[in-house]
């Protein structure tokens, strides 16, 4: 011990470096760390991730693999090179790594957490579901891993696993608006809309600045034939976020259900104007029927024909 101690000064004084960006004199205090040899793999670790803040993924892959090099049977050698594998998504060999690392440490419940992840970059996803599992026996008070679980679930259209997720992530993190909003779109898939409308409200309610909340709201009161009240969420998510098509091609949608055909057409027009895939939408949007033969409806939907 008395033969590490001096080096892992360089280390502290390494890790100062780090925090106040000064990463020259970081890489020059890690690489003292490398005339230890009990010390070598950690120095190879920390200069990796000097490489890593400096955009220099090359060389802190080798500064990796000199690191397992060195102590093959280290897992926390083996996690820290997985996770910078999951950073330059390289998932197959993340997978393999943070195998390696739960060969040598089965309760690293983290390594099954980011495995899921990489499980589910890949589009793996009964695999991604497995390791997430796996990390919630282990940790089973982790907001993130029942959160992306519960996103997992909804995916793969297992809506009731899905709002139990996001309710035991709520019991952890009551301020979670993610959770409200995902768990309102799982009651919709079920047309539930009175459920949905009450948990999207809950949302909102905690990001109240959340343009696509608004959008959201708008949208589920459009398709209650509600559009005096779609309008209004509209409206509110266009003042926060100004220019956006979709949110003025559905107010001209709201405009429309509601009979108003002049305002429809003026907000159909200025939506197009910004993006013209509006047009597809409103040709096949019911919303439009009665406006269909409309000339000025034809006019702004008119496509240009390729010579």
Known sequence: MDEI?????????????LKVGEYNKAKDSFE???????LEAMAHIKLASVQVILNHYKTAKEHFLRAIEIEKENYVVLYNYANFLIDVQEYPEAIENYQKALELEPSLALANYNMGLAYTRLEKFEEAIDCYNLSLKMNPDDFDCHFDLGILYFETKQLKKSVVHFQKALELNPGSSKCYEYMAQCFIATNQETIAMTLYKKALALSPEDAV???KIGDLFLSQDKADEAIKYFDEALS??????????????????????????????IAVEFNEVIKDLAIMEKSFELLKENPKFKEIVKTTEKQ
């Open 240 to 269: 926060l976020n100004a220019v956006d098509a979709l949110l003025i091609y559905k107010r001209a949608c709201s405009y429309a259900s509601l009979g108003n055909n002049d305002e429809a057409l003026k907000e159909l027009s």
């Open 213 to 215: 909340l608004y959008y």
């Open 5 to 17: 101690q001096p080096y892992l000064h360089y280390l502290e004084i390494g890790e100062l470096y």
């Open 32 to 38: 003292k760390l490398t005339e230890c040899k009990e």
